[in-house]
């Protein structure tokens, strides 16, 4: 049994909603089918999945032949960049994306870079936001993509999407005008805002979306693909032809039913989720800010996730918080928990402007449709004291 009593790190993943868990148990169980198979049993798993879809689909203003379900967001966004690459990279090989994405971004973008693609990583200000005059500056007639994070998932920062939406909508149209060949398409990686924050792909303008399951009280291991219809990419799997030959591999119909539960909820419950998370978020900011001495906010003060708080506190070490936060029952994050197995500081603290001193004295929380008031009072109980044995201990504090 874990000792943890009060979770307070949902970015990382979410806890199984107990209604998506009974919506996956049939397709665990009795109707086990292969998705593939015309006999009764694998109609049922087909029907199953396509209801999924349909599901999903119209959450985000898609049309069902436009959802790709994948193994995770991982998995999305490598399809969507590498696949666009290679679909694309006879008309031009220059990629823009920011310095702040999360590392399922970054690595094949960095993986591109060893094959003949030029990126750019775009600086963000203090706040985490990328500047619109710079993602206009970066493109030339050699970019097929861009590619921008909805919300950050350390900071939580949300970046300006429909408007970076419209910049490439009037590239497209410019493109068009002077009968130039090469498209260019604008990705979003929406894994920490699917399900928090309303999102229609139309009004964002985005030909590409990717998603998690996992972070939205849905299983792990499913994730999707948006992919505008006419938008051009080359699978990464090949084999029997799913999902629209873009990616092959018996389904996982009990994910993909996990997952559009998990959006049947979220759709119901988002506008109230997002208030009460966005109050609670905020008091817990100030009280923090008030009882604890030299703690400083990263990430922007109010265009960020309802439930993100990060912080720097000067003299007591990340890690060190962690580990003593769960020695009292409390689960919290350093930043990324896809990067804490990494010494470095986190990237995006330093792409924000934090020395490396500071990063590593960062401290993420993130609550969730689990975390209660009495969850928070207990952090706030609990968190002044370990900050001070921690400063007590720490050669860097001022004490
Ligand atoms: N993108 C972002 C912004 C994430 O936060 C994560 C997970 O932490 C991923 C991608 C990767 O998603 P998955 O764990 O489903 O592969």
Redo the contacts with the bound molecule.
């Keep these: 049994m874990s000792k943890t009593k009060i979770y307070l790190d949902n970015?990382?993943t979410t806890p199984l909603d107990p209604r998506v868990l009974q919506a996956m148990m049939p397709y665990l169980k009795e109707s086990y089918g292969n998705a593939s198979s015309i006999y009764s049993l694998g109609q049922e798993a087909k029907e199953a999945m396509e209801k999924s879809r349909e599901t999903i689909a119209n959450f985000i203003g898609a049309k069902k032949e436009e959802i790709i379900f994948t193994s995770?967001?991982?998995?999305a966004?490598n399809l969507a960049i590498k696949g666009v690459a290679f679909a694309n990279g006879k008309f031009g090989k220059h990629i823009i994306t920011t310095a702040i994405e999360?590392h399922?971004?970054l690595e094949p973008c960095h993986w591109l870079e060893k094959r003949g693609f030029k990126i750019s990583y775009l600086p963000v200000n203090k706040d985490g936001l990328v500047d619109l005059r710079e993602v206009e500056k970066a493109i030339t007639d050699e970019t097929i993509l861009i590619s921008v994070?909805q919300a950050?998932?350390e900071i939580g920062t949300i970046q300006p999407i429909t408007e970076i939406g419209k910049i490439v909508k009037d590239i497209k149209a410019k493109r068009k005008e002077r009968k130039i060949e090469a498209p260019i398409y604008f990705h979003t990686?929406a894994?920490?805002t699917f399900g928090h924050l309303p999102i229609n792909v139309n009004e964002l303008g985005v030909d590409l979306l990717?998603a998690?399951a996992?972070?939205l009280y849905g299983p792990?291991g499913v994730?999707l693909l948006y992919l505008r219809r006419g938008v051009k990419i080359d699978p990464l799997l090949h084999g029997g032809g799913h999902e629209f030959g873009f990616r092959s591999s018996t389904e996982n119909v009990a994910g993909i039913a996990g997952f559009a539960k998990a959006v049947e909820l979220a759709k119901k419950e988002i506008n109230r989720e997002y208030k009460r998370l966005i109050e609670l978020r905020d008091r817990l900011i100030k009280k923090i800010l008030a009882e604890i001495k030299d703690v400083q906010l990263n990430g922007h003060p109010y265009l960020r996730l309802p439930n993100n708080i990060n912080i720097s506190i000067e003299g007591a070490e990340g890690e060190a918080m962690v580990l003593a936060l769960n020695d009292a029952g409390i689960a919290a994050s350093t930043g990324?928990?896809?990067s804490s197995k990494s010494l470095k500081p986190s990237h995006v603290l330093i792409a924000i402007g934090l020395s490396s001193e500071k990063a590593h004295t960062s401290l993420r929380f993130t609550s969730g449709r689990f975390t209660t008031e009495k969850d928070i009072a207990y952090l706030l109980n609990v968190l002044p004291r370990v900050v001070e044995k921690l400063r007590a201990i720490s050669p860097f504090s001022k004490k």
């Design positions: 970015a990382a995770g967001g991982t998995e966004d999360h399922a971004v994070m950050n998932n990686d894994v920490q990717s998690s996992h972070k792990k994730g990324s928990a896809c």
